[in-house]
């Protein structure tokens, strides 16, 4: 696609339930990224995929977060039994490997844990 | 690890220039990168230095001294629509590593 896509751009869940967030990246882009902004803060890492290596985990904030990409595209951020400090926005990131500095961001989803 | 350090608030009025600076310290430094994000939007790049010196896109410039662990971005001829958060990002302990962001520099622009 043109751009990256995330689904659902909204979201509200009851506290205890899973969720799973989807950030589908730019064709060819081989980095892809997942960050977590609550409202009015900053970006906080919480997983990077870069080809084929090893994700980076080390953003993750407990083992109630995981995130998986299959076939080097798709990405699935999976939280479970969500507690309400989980509510912020969730955003996707891609980037090409001679990326550098540039990363292209989705649009984000709002997830609401009342 | 890695931190960045930005102002977290900046106003300055339409026509004026601006400075919005960050300083870093990192293990492996590649590079400082600029990104903007308006209220309710998704962040945006706006430039990449990965040597010393200033670059210049329009009426945005980014400057850097590895030297200094410094950068910053000038943003000249401010109009309202630039007000907007402002975030500087390093790479992570690699030139493949991660992006990791300052808390930002909220940028107000009053007429």
């Known amino acids: 696609g043109a751009g990256v896509s995330q689904s659902p751009s909204n979201k509200v869940t009851e506290k205890g339930k899973d969720v799973e967030l989807r950030c589908d990246p730019i064709s060819g882009h081989t980095a892809l990224y997942w960050y977590r902004q609550s409202l009015g803060q900053g970006l906080e890492f919480l997983i990077y995929?870069?080809?084929?290596?090893?994700?980076?985990k080390s953003g993750l904030p407990s083992d109630r977060f995981s995130a998986e990409r299959t076939g080097g595209s798709v990405s699935t951020l999976t939280i479970q039994r969500t507690q309400q400090e989980d509510s912020a926005v969730y955003l996707c990131?891609?980037?090409?490997?001679?990326?550098?500095?540039?990363?292209?961001f989705g649009q984000g989803t709002r997830l609401t844990v009342v | 690890g890695q931190s960045l350090e930005q102002p977290s608030e900046v106003t300055a009025v339409e026509g004026a220039i601006v400075q919005m600076n960050c300083t870093y310290q990192t293990s492996g430094f590649y590079g400082l990168s600029w990104y903007q994000q308006h209220d309710g939007g998704a962040p945006t790049f706006l430039s990449y230095?990965?040597?010393?010196g200033l670059e210049e896109t329009g009426r945005f410039s980014s400057f850097l001294s590895r030297s200094d662990s410094y950068g910053y971005l000038l943003l000249q001829e401010l109009q309202m629509k630039d007000s907007a958060s402002y975030f500087c990002?390093?790479?992570?302990?690699?030139?493949?590593?991660?992006?990791?962001f300052g808390k930002g520099t909220k940028l107000s622009v009053k007429p």
């Open positions: 990131a891609s980037s090409t490997r001679q990326g550098a500095g540039s990363a292209f």
């Open positions: 230095n990965a040597l010393d």
């Open positions: 995929f870069q080809g084929n290596s090893a994700p980076d």
């Open positions: 990002a390093v790479r992570n302990g690699g030139s493949q590593g991660n992006l990791i």
